[in-house]
């Protein structure tokens, strides 16, 4: 086990500090420790990024590009490192491990990239004499809050724009898996960041935010997380009006209409459903399937479902890992409980499983679910799929967005035309058509209503840290 460091101004610290022990959801061992920092180590952070913002922010896009890209080839090389850590801290199974690293790498390179097209504007004049333009500034110091479900992908999806915006950064990983973070910090490091332009502070969640709320150094928190959390950002933000983009929770629908191909509905249901033990907030939380198809559909699915293994993640053949916590189990447990006692029926899984040491449960099904049930109102962000019968495309929609959030929704059908219109009337951020897995580094990632502000990813997720500043220049 190891006690690992913050690492502030370019310099490895808080040794002195208390720790807290990173906890393997697979059996209870610790991992490692880190430091729980505070306000204190939060100041120092924000003073040590804004000092570097003044160089950082001159260089040349293809200067801080090429710092991106030394980055990204460092990730793949150490992917089997960062990918073990990851599934000791978290649980993931190691093969999504690996696929993560490749993800988040894919970020730092789309945006090393991307930092090249930061254009601004020529606006012709309305007048003789003068000439409209506007130019592109970075916002300033960064706070990235991120959450345990995605150690690595969540952090490069917003560090890599952050730095090639011109931004400098501080980041913020869980305290449920710092560790990965604190190996992509050693990679920046490697990479030969200069000192203060990327800092990393773990510890006391409340404690560092409310240091870096309060300092109008830090032009912008980017944050991923719960939707509760994302309010409370929103209110503390109000004082300075800093800049948020916000990436909350989700209830993903996944529709499957009776012209699906059932095959491809299953596999994409499988691959949106159970990735990361379904604690992703683009998981489909909700599956709605036309009454003509309903029967076939739920007997393929389960079927599917039933071989998924469970077990610990550095196990090659485990499809399933843990939940991260005993209060992540217990959340999945009640939802489940909740539905059967009102009349679901569970048609695989509905199961915690305690002989293995860890948090598992069940990679689940339940049918005859209903719309009163709290796994249909609220996220279960666990391995449990309730699946409910509608008659009619309209239905199905009116359920889908019937739900404050607007995250991510699936639609299954053949038909182009019945594919268009549906999605058309579907108030969701990201809609997978006919396809589980809709997340890339090239596209804009975010949510409608209470799943957030703001977009990651593609060409939008670069804008997120620029600032638009309208010149205005008088000529003879
Ligand atoms: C998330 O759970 O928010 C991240 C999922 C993804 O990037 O695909």
């Known amino acids: 086990m190891e006690n690992y460091a913050m690492h502030i101004n ?40 804004h000092h570097a913002f003044g160089a950082w922010s001159k260089l040349t896009a293809y200067e801080r590009s090429a710092y991106l890209e030394r980055l990204h080839d460092l990730m793949l090389e150490n992917q089997e490192e960062l990918a073990q850590i990851m599934t000791l801290e978290m649980g993931k199974p190691i093969h999504e491990s690996r696929g993560e690293v490749n993800y988040a790498a894919s970020f730092i390179k789309w945006f090393a990239e991307e930092g090249k097209r930061i254009y601004g504007e020529t606006i012709p004049a309305h007048v003789k004499g003068k000439r409209l333009q506007v130019w592109r500034k970075p916002v300033g110091v960064v706070a990235a809050i991120t959450p345990w479900n995605f150690p690595a992908a969540m952090l490069t999806r917003k560090m890599g724009p952050a730095l090639a915006a011109g931004c400098t950064v501080i980041m913020k990983p869980s305290s449920e898996s710092p560790i990965t973070a604190v190996k992509l910090m050693e990679l920046c490091e490697e990479a030969g960041f200069p000192k203060g332009v990327v800092n990393l502070v773990t510890g006391s969640s409340s404690k560092i935010a409310k240091a870096l709320m309060e300092d109008n150094r830090v032009r912008k928190i980017t944050f991923t997380g719960s939707t509760e959390v994302g309010k409370i950002l929103i209110r503390q933000s109000a004082d300075q ?11 993903a629908p996944l529709i499957v209409l009776d012209d699906a191909d059932i095959d ?69 447990t009640r939802h489940v409980d909740e539905a059967v006692a009102k009349g679901a029926s569970v048609v695989t899984g509905g199961k915690s499983i305690t002989d293995q040491g860890g948090v598992f449960y069940s990679p689940t099904v339940i049918g005859d679910v209903d719309p009163s049930m709290v ?3 609220e996220e279960t962000f666990g391995p449990v799929a309730p699946v409910q019968k509608v008659e009619t495309e309209a ?80 000529m003879k």
């Not at 490895?12 to 204190?40: C, F, K, Q």
């Not at 009006?241 to 209830?251: D, N, P, T």
């Not at 293994?309 to 939940?323: A, C, K, Q």
């Not at 589980?436 to 596209?443: D, F, I, K, L, T």
């Open 10 to 49: 370019g310099n490895w610290v808080g040794e002195e500090l208390d720790t807290l022990s990173v906890i393997n959801p697979a059996n209870n061992e610790t991992v490692g420790t880190v430091p729980i920092g505070g306000e204190a180590e939060a100041n120092k952070a924000i003073e040590a990024a």
């Open 241 to 251: 009006v800093k800049r948020l983009s916000l990436e909350l929770g989700g209830h």
């Open 264 to 332: 491809t509905a299953v596999a994409g249901a499988i691959a949106s459903k159970f990735r990361n033990a379904g604690q992703t907030c683009i998981c489909a939380n909700r599956v709605y399937v036309q009454s003509g198809v309903y029967e076939e559909f739920l007997e393929k699915f389960s079927k599917k479902v039933e071989k998924l293994t469970v077990g610990n993640g550095l196990d090659e053949s485990v499809d399933i890992g843990p939940l991260i916590n005993q209060a992540g189990l217990e959340k999945v």
């Open 375 to 377: 796994i249909m109102q």
């Open 395 to 474: 239905e199905a929609i009116a359920f889908a967005n019937d739900t404050p959030y607007g995250l991510a929704a699936y639609v299954f059908t053949e038909s182009v035309a019945r594919g268009m219109q549906v999605i058309e009337q579907l108030d969701y951020g990201i809609v997978g058509w006919n396809d589980g897995a809709p997340s890339a580094a090239q596209v804009p990632f975010g949510g409608m209503k209470e799943s957030g502000i703001g977009r990651e990813g593609g060409r939008e997720g670069i804008e997120e840290f620029l600032e638009s500043q309208y010149v205005s220049i008088g």
